[in-house]
């Protein structure tokens, strides 16, 4: 179980009690306990061991949960599928309602992150907090420098110039090229729609690495829990 500081007025507005303004409200009115006594202060830190009452009432909080999954070729990143095909939570056992941290597609392998904590997950996907997220793609063809220098300052998609990124060729033979690209944007198909933007087909696509995070010791389909360690590693990439 992961145990983190969280302020008492997030832990009863996530609980589902009440907005977090009047979570505000209740801890100035003197209506909330923790640990038995009586708190005012508004940003109070608690973590999963307090016991927090409101108007005499036992606020449970919801526990985090924070997957690292090796997404399989041939699974769709969403919770459930109209089209019935199988979903990344068909691959975990869990009993709380976690959902992926951003999107890899249907054909693409390697990292992705699954969690219940909405905080992190914003976190993690907003580009101003620069998190890596390292790609190797197979593609057709050979990229010239001048591709290179297109893709790392900034490609269109869909009328959107990419942010700056870094390109990195791996290896190549004639016909592929196995190119290494670490973005800090999550736009759908971001690495298929940039690399086409040279004129270079994506024919494989895995996601090696997210910040720190890699999938070292995993196979396809498998998945660990975050260490508390790496959960506040993570906390602390935001950009302040
Ligand atoms: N970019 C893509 O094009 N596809 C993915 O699955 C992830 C990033």
Known sequence: MVILMERLQKVISNSGYCSRRKAEELIINGKVKVNGKLVYELGTKVNDNDEIMVDNKLITKENKEYILLYKPRGVVTTTNDDKNRKTVLDLIETTKRIYPIGRLDYDTTGILLLTNDGELTNLLIHPKNNIDKVYVAKIKGVLTGLEIKQLESGVLIDDIKTAPCKVKVRKKDKEHSFVQITIHEGKNHQVKKMFQAVNHEVVKLKRERIAFLD??????????????????????????
Not at 217 to 222: D, T, Y
């Open 215 to 240: 999938l070292k010791g995993l196979k396809p389909g498998e998945y660990r829990y975050l260490t508390l360690k790496e959960v506040k590693k993570l906390y602390a990439l935001k950009n302040a």
